[in-house]
C-alpha cells in the first residue's frame, strides 16, 4: 500500500467546529511569529505487512490517544468563548486530527482499540471540563496531557532504537512527539503563574488517566 498525505488540504468537519486547517500559518505566542506546522512534511510509511505485537499495541494506544487529543480540543470549543483559547485549541486540534490520520494509515483497522467511544468521550469531557473554569485550566490540563504523551512516545522510540526496526515509523512517531512537545510548551507558557493546588490536583488526575486509558487501550 503505497504511502498517502499526511493530512488532507481540507478538513470540512474540523474547520465547521472551528478547528482550521494544519496547513494554515499559526502564531508562536512569545513572539508573534508566524509559523507554519509541519505535519504537511511528512507522509506515513506504507503499511507493514507484519508489525511485532508490542508494536501493534503501542499503536492502538497512540491512535486511541490521537483520537481522545482531537476531542479535547472539541470540547473546548464547545464551550470556550475566549478568543485566544479558540485560537489555541483550533491549530493543535487541526494538529491532533493529522496525527491521528497518520497512526490510521499504518494501524489496520482491527487493530484498532475497540473502546474508541470511550476514549471518545473522555477526551471530550477533559476538554469541556476545564473549560467551565477558564483558560488557565485549560492550559493546565493541555501542560498535564502532553507531558504524559511526550514520555509515551519516547519509550516507543527507545524501544524502535534498541531493535533497529520501522525507521520510517520511528520518524512520523518522532514528528508526532515533537508537536505534542510544542503543544505542551506553548500551554505552560500561556499558563502564566504556577497552577495551585485545585489545579495541580487535577493536572495529577489526567496524568494518571492518561496511562491508566493507554494501558487499557493496549489490550483492547
Known amino acids: 500500500m503505497g504511502a498517502k498525505p499526511a493530512v488532507p488540504e481540507r478538513l470540512p468537519q474540523m474547520v465547521a467546529s ?26 506515513a510509511p506504507p503499511r507493514p505487512a507484519i508489525l511485532p505485537r508490542w508494536l501493534l499495541a503501542e499503536l492502538r494506544s497512540d491512535h486511541a490517544g490521537e483520537a481522545g487529543a482531537v476531542m479535547i480540543y472539541r470540547g473546548i470549543l464547545t464551550i470556550s468563548r475566549d478568543p485566544a483559547l479558540r485560537e489555541f ?58 507531558t504524559f504523551v511526550d514520555h509515551h512516545y519516547q519509550q516507543q522510540l527507545d524501544r524502535l532504537d534498541a531493535e533497529g526496526i520501522e525507521p520510517a515509523l520511528r520518524a512520523v512517531l518522532a514528528q508526532c512527539q515533537a508537536e505534542e512537545i510544542h503543544h505542551r510548551d506553548e500551554a505552560r507558557e500561556a499558563t502564566g503563574a504556577p497552577p495551585g493546588v485545585l489545579l495541580r490536583g487535577w493536572a495529577w488526575l489526567v496524568g494518571f488517566g492518561s496511562a491508566a486509558a493507554v494501558q487499557a487501550a493496549k489490550r483492547i
Open 89 to 146: 485549541a483550533a491549530r493543535h486540534g487541526a494538529t491532533e486530527q493529522g496525527h491521528l490520520e497518520l497512526i490510521e494509515q499504518v494501524l489496520p483497522p482491527r487493530q484498532r482499540s475497540v473502546l474508541l467511544p470511550i476514549w471518545r468521550v473522555a477526551g471530550f469531557l477533559t476538554g469541556f471540563l476545564p473549560a467551565l473554569f477558564g483558560s488557565r485550566a485549560v492550559y493546565a490540563t493541555i501542560d498535564a496531557v502532553e
Open 18 to 43: 472551528g478547528i482550521s486547517s494544519p496547513s494554515a500559518a499559526t502564531c508562536h505566542p512569545s513572539n508573534g511569529r508566524h509559523v507554519r506546522p509541519r505535519m504537511n512534511q511528512i507522509t
